[in-house]
């Protein structure tokens, strides 16, 4: 298969959650005052911090697959699980800034993060094993150190919740900050194949 309706399909989901998450803000009915807005400030910091990271994985999901030619059975099935957590974001994202970042809301958002970069890490290694093999994408993720680093960032994450939320939320940015710098390995592996 194509995998041009794979993309889109993704595109389209990934749009979804954004509009649900922005949908979730509501205005409040206070006053017209900057300082009315400040009821609202959990609900908006992290709808922006999973904004952030919807954006991520766009970009990241886009590079992927601009290294992939064609998609299988298994492919399909690995992306769906991807975006079954991402789905998710909307709704931790929203219980995480109606409660202030309490523990529980902070746990629970670190694990359906934790979950999605579970589920990136299934679709590269479903990629990279599909039939003919993907040896740009091979070379160009290399050990993937930071997507592992990830991974271990969000499971202490989730356990520090529990002692200082504040820490949890800390090492959710710290891994955002981590990967907002667009990731230059596929582009350059690309451009030294086209040498």
């Known amino acids: ?50 904004f952030v990271y919807i954006g991520i994985y766009w970009n990241n999901h886009h590079h992927l697959f601009q290294v992939t030619g064609r998609v299988s059975g298994g492919v399909l099935w690995a992306n769906l699980h991807l975006l079954f957590w991402l789905s998710l974001i909307p709704f931790v994202t929203g219980w995480m800034g109606e409660n202030h970042f309490a523990q529980v809301p902070a746990a629970l958002y670190g694990v359906v993060l934790l979950m999605a970069a579970i589920a990136y890490f299934i679709l590269q290694h479903t990629l990279l094993h599909a039939p003919g093999g993907n040896p740009v994408l091979a070379q160009a993720l290399g050990r993937d150190l930071k997507g592992k680093l990830s991974i271990v960032i969000y499971a202490a994450a989730i356990v520090l919740s529990f002692v200082n939320q504040w820490i949890a939320c800390a090492l959710y940015v710290l891994v955002a900050m981590m990967w907002l710098i667009p990731d230059r390995r596929i582009e350059r592996t690309i451009s030294e194949d086209l040498r």
């Not at 889109?8 to 990934?14: E, I, N, Q």
């Not at 959650?17 to 005052?33: D, F, R």
């Open 1 to 50: 298969m194509h995998k041009g309706r794979l993309e889109a399909f993704s595109d389209g989901v990934l749009a979804i959650i954004i509009t649900i998450m922005v949908l979730e803000m509501k205005v409040p009915g206070a006053g017209p005052l900057l300082r009315d807005l400040k009821p609202v400030l959990p609900v908006f910091l992290s709808y922006a911090l999973s």
